[in-house]
């Protein structure tokens, strides 16, 4: 049976020896059996700090399908003197008769402080060319994500890891405006964005989108950013002009103007919640019309209210993808293009100044 897994590994090594090394592991795996192919779709670069390469590993290997087929991890131990590196192989399955089986590629580069004048001179052969490359930095490293933007197409972000919601929506902006931005908070929404739209979808009830009086977000204490990008896809679809939010208690409070009448937004922090992301909506409109959604489990819990009064209850079975899921959709998403997010990053950008 031919091997499952090539293993390399060097010490004090250079970039153009591990290059050599992919490229040999490839003919090698090839000459084995001539079903295994390497596949060509994504390359991701992520920058880590080494003692959390463990964390990372565990989080990418839980995506699944959505693996790039090329993973470069630049491991910064900031002592470090030496460039050492691993480079692994691996097919997704033995070849069946008459089919193909792909090859997975991986590769940990473990670098130093001084090292870091030459990342593109290190990481840049490393890359598969005429095929998009996504960087990820889940520790920060801005540094480092600004000289590897050259070799990137999108970039991954979380923005609820910055503490403070304006310099996250800031610094979403200014790479926005260098490269495509996959933000994992505000994939965390996408189950309560889709049930809103689904909800006033039909014909009849999409008037009543400019009736909207009233929208409070209950969400995750660390994922206010999230529950701000809700509020402005909400406003960048509608066109509504938000004021900026102002702190009341324990919630952040303020006003949009939609046409010729207001809309109060509230977003409340819910501390029970042990994951990121929303906890709950509601959006109310001036007919009486109410609809609110809340985490549970199964899926979200749904109550809605129409204008005569009569209310109704339902789950939205698998609603919640977990945060491996938010992370296999955010490799996903580099490959593809959301025209909200932006629009949304801006208003909710507005709302803090």
Same mark, same amino acid.
């Given at each position: 049976?031919?091997?499952?897994?090539?293993?390399?590994?060097?010490?004090?090594?250079?970039?153009?020896?591990?290059?050599?090394?992919?490229?040999?592991?490839?003919?090698?795996?090839?000459?084995?059996?001539?079903?295994?192919?390497?596949?060509?779709?994504?390359?991701?670069?992520?920058?880590?700090?080494?003692?959390?390469?463990?964390?990372?590993?565990?989080?990418?290997?839980?995506?699944?399908?959505?693996?790039?087929?090329?993973?470069?991890?630049?491991?910064?131990?900031?002592?470090?003197?030496?460039?050492?590196?691993?480079?692994?192989?691996?097919?997704?399955?033995?070849?069946?008769?008459?089919?193909?089986?792909?090859?997975?590629?991986?590769?940990?580069?473990?670098?130093?402080?001084?090292?870091?004048?030459?990342?593109?001179?290190?990481?840049?052969?490393?890359?598969?060319?005429?095929?998009?490359?996504?960087?990820?930095?889940?520790?920060?490293?801005?540094?480092?994500?600004?000289?590897?933007?050259?070799?990137?197409?999108?970039?991954?972000?979380?923005?609820?890891?910055?503490?403070?919601?304006?310099?996250?929506?800031?610094?979403?902006?200014?790479?926005?405006?260098?490269?495509?931005?996959?933000?994992?908070?505000?994939?965390?929404?996408?189950?309560?964005?889709?049930?809103?739209?689904?909800?006033?979808?039909?014909?009849?009830?999409?008037?009543?989108?400019?009736?909207?009086?009233?929208?409070?977000?209950?969400?995750?204490?660390?994922?206010?950013?999230?529950?701000?990008?809700?509020?402005?896809?909400?406003?960048? %679809? *509608? @066109?509504?002009?938000? &004021?900026? =939010?102002? +702190?009341?208690?324990?919630?952040?409070? #303020? /006003?949009? $103007?939609?046409?010729?009448?207001?809309?109060?937004?509230?977003?409340?922090?819910?501390?029970?919640?042990?994951?990121?992301?929303?906890?709950?909506?509601?959006?109310?409109?001036?007919?009486?019309?109410?609809? %609110? *959604? @809340?985490?549970?489990? &199964?899926? =979200?819990? +749904?109550?809605?209210?129409?204008?005569? #009064? /009569?209310? $109704?209850?339902?789950?939205?079975?698998?609603?919640?993808?977990?945060?491996?899921?938010?992370?296999?959709?955010?490799?996903?998403?580099?490959?593809?293009?959301?025209?909200?997010?932006?629009?949304?990053?801006?208003?909710?950008?507005?709302?803090?100044?």
């Amino acid at each position: 049976m031919p091997r499952r897994e090539a293993v390399w590994s060097g010490q004090g090594t250079t970039p153009d020896a591990i290059e050599a090394a992919l490229r040999e592991l490839l003919v090698e795996r090839h000459a084995e059996n001539d079903k295994f192919v390497p596949a060509r779709v994504l390359n991701m670069i992520v920058f880590v700090d080494r003692q959390w390469t463990g964390e990372i590993a565990n989080r990418l290997r839980g995506v699944g399908r959505y693996h790039a087929s090329r993973l470069v991890v630049l491991a910064h131990e900031p002592l470090r003197e030496r460039l050492d590196a691993r480079v692994t192989i691996a097919s997704e399955e033995d070849p069946e008769a008459g089919g193909l089986s792909l090859l997975r590629e991986t590769v940990v580069v473990e670098l130093g402080e001084h090292h870091l004048d030459d990342l593109l001179t290190i990481t840049a052969p490393l890359v598969v060319s005429d095929i998009p490359t996504l960087l990820w930095s889940p520790h920060g490293h801005h540094d480092a994500v600004s000289e590897l933007l050259a070799l990137s197409q999108a970039v991954l972000v979380d923005s609820v890891d910055e503490p403070v919601p304006r310099d996250a929506l800031d610094r979403a902006c200014a790479l926005s405006g260098e490269a495509y931005v996959v933000d994992l908070a505000w994939l965390r929404s996408t189950p309560w964005r889709e049930r809103v739209a689904a909800t006033f979808d039909p014909p009849p009830m999409r008037l009543e989108l400019r009736a909207i009086t009233n929208v409070t977000v209950r969400h995750h204490p660390d994922s206010t950013v999230a529950a701000m990008l809700f509020i402005g896809w909400l406003a960048s %679809r *509608l @066109d509504w002009q938000v &004021g900026r =939010l102002i +702190a009341h208690g324990d919630a952040l409070v #303020g /006003e949009a $103007r939609a046409g010729g009448q207001d809309v109060t937004l509230r977003l409340e922090a819910a501390p029970e919640l042990q994951v990121r992301g929303l906890e709950g909506l509601t959006l109310e409109t001036s007919c009486g019309r109410r609809l %609110r *959604l @809340d985490r549970g489990p &199964g899926g =979200l819990r +749904a109550r809605a209210r129409d204008a005569a #009064g /009569e209310e $109704r209850e339902w789950t939205i079975p698998g609603a919640s993808r977990g945060e491996t899921g938010v992370l296999g959709e955010g490799i996903r998403q580099a490959l593809l293009r959301d025209p909200t997010y932006v629009p949304a990053l801006k208003a909710a950008r507005a709302m803090t100044s």
